[in-house]
């Protein structure tokens, strides 16, 4: 997890900590989910291992878990009321679009995935209404910076993500995620965006041109961000 993950793993770290393991579990489950797009980009094998994570949080809500480590983990967290394993389930609905070749046909359209995938993801570790809410920007705006990013390799791969009414030019993707990641709440909910904000200017230093080194890059400071962030 840290070594496929850092960034996630890092925000994981970052959370309080009565949930700090449950957000690891469910990075590293977001990590599984992201997986079952195989290279081959071969679509029905894809939607076989998403029923897989179907069928394992069926067995999770009819407290007969599967023997996987992480899918252990999560049954422990379901019963521990910190996830709900029918709110994961409409994640793994929403990871169906990982499988279809076609990019999105517009911003809006983009966002909304990143919003029910990686937002929800965030929000679900949240009680309070504000930094759900808080959460879920959050998440989207790093899902967002995150598509941007790893985009050559997705279209090497043949599953491009950059929307069609872009044209190539990721700056209004970009720009959308700097707006998402301006979200208040909590340090701990607003992680991802805080990750988000860093890989946002070193993007905007690259011209928004993900084949630059210093747009694909990890972000050497995101600890330092997310440690001055908790302090202030």
């Known amino acids: 997890m840290q070594e496929q993950d850092s960034d996630r793993y890092l925000i994981a770290l970052f959370q309080p900590k009565h949930v700090r393991a449950t957000a690891i579990t469910l990075a590293a489950w977001n990590l599984e989910l992201s997986n079952a797009r195989p290279p081959s980009g071969e679509k ?25 480590p992480v899918i252990n983990a999560l049954a422990v967290a379901h019963e521990s009321r910190l996830v709900d394993a029918a709110v994961l389930d409409i994640i793994v609905e929403s990871r169906e679009r990982d499988l ?18 990686s937002g929800a993801l965030h929000r679900h570790l949240w009680r309070d209404t504000k930094a759900a809410r808080a959460a879920e920007d959050a998440g989207t705006a790093f899902a ?22 872009l044209n190539g030019d990721l700056r209004p993707l970009i720009q959308r995620a700097i707006e998402l ?32 080194a210093l747009m694909a890059a990890a972000d050497p400071w995101r600890l330092w961000r997310l440690l001055m962030t908790k302090v202030l």
Do not use: M
Not at 144 to 165: H, T, Y
């Open 181 to 212: 990641a301006e979200t208040n709440g909590p340090s701990a909910a607003i992680a991802p965006a805080t990750i988000a904000k860093g890989y946002a200017k070193r993007a905007l230093k690259a011209n928004c041109d993900p084949t630059s």
């Open 100 to 117: 279809d070749p076609e990019p999105p046909r517009d911003l809006p359209e983009l966002e909304a995935y990143a919003r029910a995938t």
């Open 144 to 165: 967002l910076i995150g598509l941007a990013r790893s985009e050559p390799i997705n279209q090497a791969r043949g599953r491009p993500w950059a929307p069609k009414a």
């Open 44 to 68: 029905t094998l894809g939607l076989i291992r998403l029923q897989w994570h179907r069928d394992a949080l069926q067995e999770i809500l009819a407290g007969n878990p599967r023997r996987h």
